[in-house]
């Protein structure tokens, strides 16, 4: 939690920030920091630590209002500048305390989590959310829906509606697409994501003669909703050396993504126009096969890849894509069709929120005040918070707005974007989840141009693939309203269907095959009958104990029960099409249930009470199986399921594991805590990458050696003193042999590939046979007899380094290393 003091002002904001990738482990405790933050009542003012800002002076404790007084204010948001936005207004316009809590998309959350906390707290918790912001891709259901009965109007708000709309000059299509079932305008955007088609001045000049943008426009078919005109653009530009664009993808930001499959089974016929397109292109050598964000892809765009003219994009996003080398050198205009894409929502308030009296003033300013000191006009013309100038909705401010762009060559492209606001061809509501319908489409696109399937094999496999969506539903005269046994189920499934208070019928969920339930508190399933063309349930973490209702779901492929209180599980035997079923962390002893389900590729059992799997034996089909944390001793029944890959058989109580020599497609093996001593049945398994066998009773290595395959090998507490049978395993990328009784390691060879080394808790005396390992980057040492480390100052690549537990006399030979640990650490006696 920050605290930031100006003047008489208190600000405490909670929220998320990006970290880099690279620090992980950072990365980690901020997760749960903001957790924590965020789910725990906030400290009161008088314990904020106080930050000077300027020439203010701190505010002493004791003259601290009454945290009563204090406005709070939670906001989720799939818009992640609302952050900058919010705050900004608050320390220009907010003489009072306050505190903001954000909840984004950023770290914590996805898209999809927002979209359904917004849900959840306006209908069953109203007092936490005061302002929400959602996918563009649920303003049927937030804005055109029942939740739009949640949302403040702007008349609500204290705005002069009428007026305001009028004197910034918003486009009728934004008005209508704000507007509730009621006809009141309860949400507008303030910038504008309408479609662009950028190109290289330089390549303009030298194929046309002009790099004009209205010459562009004309030349390309911009505005004329029509494909002719930009094919004999890209001829011509082939004639000379160039693409169009990189790849079919950079054609996809003006493309109708409304709907995938019809009510008839068809295909959006649009689709299949853009594949077509994609198809001449491609086959004209006027396009490539580059994939959008890839690195060549960015070369392209900076002018050290292949020889590119342009790409379809987003308004203002090219800031983030073009590179010094072509800076200057771009133009924006018209693409053939004029598009918008809708990116989310736009902020809307909740009608029940407690603070309407000051956000009014703050929508009004975000979205209708066309004025300089209008967040609209600031953004335009680079003067708020940073010096990009970006578009905005406002026709005012983007006929007064100086927003000519140096990445640009100096282009206002304002004209540009206020043509397609006023006469757009198309809106897009953006849905940037992977398992979008669009994101497969253009999958099977780029199989058909590269030659793999023809175009009729294509569609049909497309519309076969996802026309089985269009599930059959109830007779007309066997539909009816439900009626919920379950209070917490019902809760859960309003919340999916975003219907809050309406009756909900068996047609509502007739369609759904996927249900993901998870987390939800429930303790019973009897609900479930009612989702028949169910194909994927996850229903982990919550509190159920009876699953017999679930038999009715024949169709069933994937099932997700993990962490509940489930001991009979005799009902799953109807399940004969589970493909993928989790139940690890229940109750479970009894598994005979199973034995039938041959269809099963994953299964994850672990954390229950399971002594006996030898019903297992007829799933020959299982390429993955867990078993770990459970009371097993006896795996022979295990021996026939050859098309495993990976395989955990981590604490049970297992001595003998000669069964697993014929499991010859094994890659991942993890046997660790066990009884284990004899390791020879291992000697097969050749095509193992990962090997876990730590804390077992293992003293002889030696049949490890012809593993070539693998790279991950632990063997944490055993009784191992020999390990010079790994020198053969040239592909090991990671080794752990600590708390062993090694002494020895001259015959330890060098592994070429081995990056991380672990002998801590040994009694190894001598380490100059390390010198061979050229490649390591982590070696730790802890709790040995070492003295001499003078081979150290060999490693170059080392960067980090744990010699605590020895005896160093001269440390120098580390001094190239970057993390270096001598002693161990000493905690606090309390």
């Not at 002719?228 to 004639?239: C, G, I, S, Y």
């Not at 805590?673 to 097969?684: F, P, Q, R, T």
Request: aromatic share 8%; proline share 3%; hydrophobic share 35%.
């Amino acid at each position: 939690m920050k605290s930031k003091f100006i003047g008489k002002k208190r600000i405490i904001i909670v929220a998320s920030c990006i970290l880099s990738v690279a620090a992980i482990v950072m990365t980690l405790l901020f997760m749960q920091k903001q957790k924590e933050e965020l789910n725990t009542d906030k400290k009161s003012i008088a314990n904020a630590s106080d930050e000077s800002i300027g020439e203010d002076k701190l505010i002493k404790e004791t003259d601290q209002k009454p945290i009563d007084r204090t406005r709070f204010i939670h906001i989720y948001t799939v818009d992640r500048e609302l952050r900058n936005i919010i705050n900004e207004y608050a320390k220009e316009n907010w003489d009072f305390d306050y505190s903001i809590n954000f909840y984004t998309d950023e770290i914590v959350y996805g898209s999809n989590d927002i979209t359904n906390l917004a849900s959840d707290k306006l209908v069953n918790d109203p007092s936490s959310i005061d302002m929400y912001c959602v996918p563009a891709y649920a303003q049927q259901d937030f804005i055109k829906g029942e939740l739009s009965d949640y949302a403040c109007t702007y008349k609500d708000l204290g705005i002069d509606v009428d007026t305001a709309l009028v004197k910034s000059d918003i486009p009728q299509f934004v008005i209508d697409y704000g507007t509730n079932p009621e006809g009141e305008i309860i949400v507008l955007p303030y910038l504008s994501t309408v479609s662009v088609f950028m190109y290289r001045r330089s390549v303009a000049k030298e194929v046309w003669g002009s790099d004009d943008p209205s010459e562009i426009a004309s030349i390309l078919g911009g505005g004329t909703e029509d494909w002719d005109d930009f094919k004999q653009a890209a001829l011509t530009l082939k004639e000379h050396g160039y693409y169009i664009v990189p790849g079919f993808k950079d054609l996809r930001y003006v493309i109708d993504e409304s709907f995938s499959i019809g009510s008839d089974g068809a295909i959006n016929p649009k689709w299949v126009e853009y594949m077509d397109l994609s198809n001449y292109l491609y086959e004209k050598g006027c396009i490539k096969d580059t994939d959008a964000w890839t690195e060549q892809w960015y070369m392209d765009l900076d002018g050290v890849g292949d020889k590119i003219f342009g790409f379809i994009t987003l308004a203002d996003i090219y800031y983030s894509l073009i590179q010094d080398n072509t800076a200057g050198d771009w133009a924006i205009c018209m693409p053939p069709y004029k598009t918008v894409c809708n990116i989310n929502t736009g902020i809307l308030v909740n009608k029940n929120s407690p603070n309407k009296d000051i956000l009014g003033p703050l929508i009004e300013w975000i979205t209708l005040d066309s004025s300089e000191t209008g967040l609209q006009y600031r953004l335009a013309t680079g003067t708020f918070s940073r010096e990009e100038k970006l578009s905005v909705i406002s026709g005012t401010v983007l006929k007064k707005a100086d927003s000519s762009r140096d990445l640009l060559g100096g282009q206002n492209i304002n004209p540009i974007i206020y043509e397609v606001l006023n006469s757009p061809f198309y809106q897009r509501d953006e849905n940037f989840e992977i398992t979008n319908d669009f994101y497969q489409w253009e999958n099977a696109i780029k199989a058909y141009i590269s030659g793999e399937k023809d175009k009729e094999t294509t569609i049909k496999e497309f519309e076969l693939a996802n026309g089985s969506k269009l599930l059959p539903g109830p007779e007309p005269n066997q539909d009816g309203v439900i009626v919920w046994k379950s209070k917490d189920f019902e809760r859960a499934i309003r919340n999916i269907l975003r219907k809050p208070n309406s009756d909900i019928y068996l047609s509502d969920v007739s369609q759904i095959s996927e249900l993901y339930l998870e987390g939800k508190n429930l303790d019973s399933l009897e609900d479930i009958v009612h989702f028949n063309n169910l194909k994927h349930l996850y229903c982990n973490d919550n509190k159920i104990s009876d699953i017999s209702s679930i038999k009715v779901l024949s169709g069933l492929e994937t099932l997700n029960l993990c962490d509940n209180k489930i001991k009979d599980i005799s009902s799953l035997k109807e399940l004969m099409n589970l493909k993928e079923l989790f139940l690890i962390d229940n109750e479970i002893n009894d598994i005979n249930c199973l034995k039938g389900l041959t269809a099963l590729k994953y299964l994850y059992l672990g954390q229950n009470d399971i002594k006996d799997i030898s019903s297992l034996t007829e799933l020959t089909n299982l390429d993955m199986l867990d078993l770990s944390q459970n009371e097993i001793s006896k795996i022979d029944s295990l021996q026939d399921l050859t098309k495993l890959s990976h395989l955990v058989l981590s604490d049970n109580i297992i001595d003998d594991i000669s069964a697993l020599k014929e499991l010859k497609n094994l890659k991942k093996l993890y046997i660790n805590h066990n009884k284990i001593s004899d390791i020879s049945s291992l000697e097969s398994l050749v095509n193992l990458e990962t090997l876990c066998i730590n804390n077992n009773n293992i003293s002889d290595i030696k049949d490890l050696g012809g593993l070539n395959n693998l790279r991950f090998l632990v063997l944490d507490h055993n009784k191992i003193s020999d390990v010079s049978s790994l020198s053969n395993l040239q592909n090991l990328y990671s080794l752990e042999v600590k708390y062993n009784k090694i002494k020895d390691i001259s015959n330890f060879k060098g592994i070429k590939n081995l990056e991380h080394l672990d002998l801590s808790n040994n009694e190894i005396e001598d380490i100059s046979s390390l010198s061979e390992f050229t490649g390591l980057g982590s070696l730790f040492l802890a709790d040995n007899k070492i003295t001499d480390i003078s081979v150290i100052s060999e490693l170059n690549d080392l960067k980090s380094l744990a010699l605590p537990g020895n005896e160093i006399k001269d440390k120098s030979p580390a001094k190239h290393v970057m993390y270096v640990t001598w002693y161990h650490e000493v905690k606090p006696p309390y």
